[in-house]
């Protein structure tokens, strides 16, 4: 037996998460999501997953090129998630930030709290997602000071953590 979908949804809403800026390009052309659905895997070797809606552009983006980046958000970007957390998917979404590529070429958020450049190197379609782990190849760590953005039950908000 099985739950419904909103049922389901009403109780993740009660799991606080950091709220990130999924990215992929490939031929010239950069594609991007909000999530919050990431997480580590392994630390040896570095591993992370994404989940990303299997209609999305940047699903079929991140399966063609092989590579994302998780870009962590700091507390004061809560209007570039809400951008990249509409249904535009245009270049304009990384208008206005400055974005670097380190070793896959996926766009890397300059000022993200953490940065992780990832090679795909298994997907798994579950449900309306695609999971794809990614091998950690570069990646940009924060200084440590700066609060997250975080996201429950519908809204924004963060810590300090100190």
């Given at each position: ?22 990215t992929s390009a490939l031929n010239g052309e950069r594609s991007g999501l909000t999530a ?64 670097l590529a380190l070793e896959s070429g996926a766009p890397i958020l300059e000022d993200a ?42 809204g924004y908000g963060s810590f300090s953590g100190e």
């Amino acid at each position: 037996m099985t739950i419904d979908s909103e049922t389901f949804k009403a109780g993740m809403r009660q799991l606080a998460a950091g709220v990130t800026v999924v990215t992929s390009a490939l031929n010239g052309e950069r594609s991007g999501l909000t999530a919050t659905s990431v997480c580590s895997v392994s630390a040896d070797p570095p591993t992370l997953l994404v989940c990303v809606n299997r209609h999305s552009r940047s699903n079929t983006m991140i399966a063609a090129a092989g590579c994302f980046a998780v870009n962590v958000l700091g507390a004061d970007d809560e209007a570039l998630s809400n951008r990249f957390a509409s249904s535009s998917e245009s270049e304009d979404r990384f208008r206005g930030h400055r974005w670097l590529a380190l070793e896959s070429g996926a766009p890397i958020l300059e000022d993200a709290l953490a940065a992780f450049d990832c090679r795909v190197v298994q997907q798994i379609e579950q449900g309306s997602h695609t999971i794809f782990i990614g091998s950690v190849v570069a990646a940009r760590p924060g200084d440590g000071h700066a609060a997250p953005l975080l996201y429950m039950r519908g809204g924004y908000g963060s810590f300090s953590g100190e």
